[in-house]
């Protein structure tokens, strides 16, 4: 069976459900964004989380929590990461390995890094992230043998800001002969990097994951047009549309794919979950049609949690439906 390899942010999620935007307006946070802060910044954000609402804490982390849904799926899986040797730092080890990763964390002195995740009353997942250790992971930590034995490398867009890190990866996957997917991961991290991304998507990556907006900014067109300029540069491109479902595309295949009927409360992870069963289905050597509809339910089942993480009872009604 295939194996799969993530590269991203180690992340430990404090989800925070609130009754209005305020949150947002205070913090001048765009809503469904991503949006850096610094360490005082991420201190005065969970000061007013613990006032104005209760929370949870979880590993987190984009490509973290799409290879832990494979690994739930039954995929062999890996993660590479940095981490603080800290608390946060054991408790995301920790919860890879509760959820069958295989994790191959680098540490630093630095403190974990954690995502503030702000759900308002429409569902949408506002992050507030304070990178801490997961920024010093560098091109110098990553080397062969971490590659070797991998078919898949999925790696989050959020990378793409540290420009040295992203290509050595790539580069080595491509040395090793891996199939590459990339998660875009959010608009403005897109239209920040908008040329660097063009740059490594037509060198490097074969399957590409991106929401509307993602994809509207990254080409300038709407939702399907869309996924035909993106399936001209990759093998395979994947847009997703929301309660509308998703486009994908390879080479002549053209296929819309409905979404799960869902009573939607929390979108957190909801993309992230689309790529675990999307990859699944890629590494079972499944059709694309059949990746999408199994990408649509695992975003479908998350959205009705709050947070990244499902139930071994939910897991367990997937594989029911997939028949293993």
Known sequence: MDKI?????????????????????????????????????????FADIKHQSKYDIVAGGS???TVNGLSKLGIKTAFIGKTGKDELGNFFINDMKKNGTTPKLLTTEKTTGNCKVLITPDGERTMCTYLGAAIDLNEKDLYHEQFEGYDYLHI??????????????????????????????SFNVVAENKKFMSEILNKYVDIIFANEEEARIFTGREPQEALEILAEICKIA????????????????????????????????????????????MAKKLPIEICGEIGSLCAGNIVEVVGTKLSDEKWNNIKKILNY
């Open 238 to 281: 994947i847009v997703k549309i929301g309660s509308a479902g998703s486009y994908v595309k390879q080479g002549n295949e053209f296929y819309k794919i409905k979404a799960i009927s869902a009573k939607a409360i929390d979108a957190t992870g909801a993309g992230d979950l689309y790529a675990s069963g999307f990859l699944y289905g």
């Open 5 to 45: 390899l993530g590269i991203g942010n180690a992340l430990v999620d404090i989800l925070a459900i609130f009754k209005n935007d305020e949150m947002l307006q205070k913090y001048n946070l765009p809503k469904g964004s991503m949006t850096h802060v610094d360490e005082e910044t991420t201190n005065k954000i």
């Open 156 to 185: 989050e867009g959020y990378l793409v800001q540290n420009h040295g890190l992203m290509k050595r990866a790539l580069e080595l996957a491509k040395r090793h002969r891996i199939t590459i997917s990339l998660d875009m991961a």
């Open 63 to 65: 490509a973290a929590n």
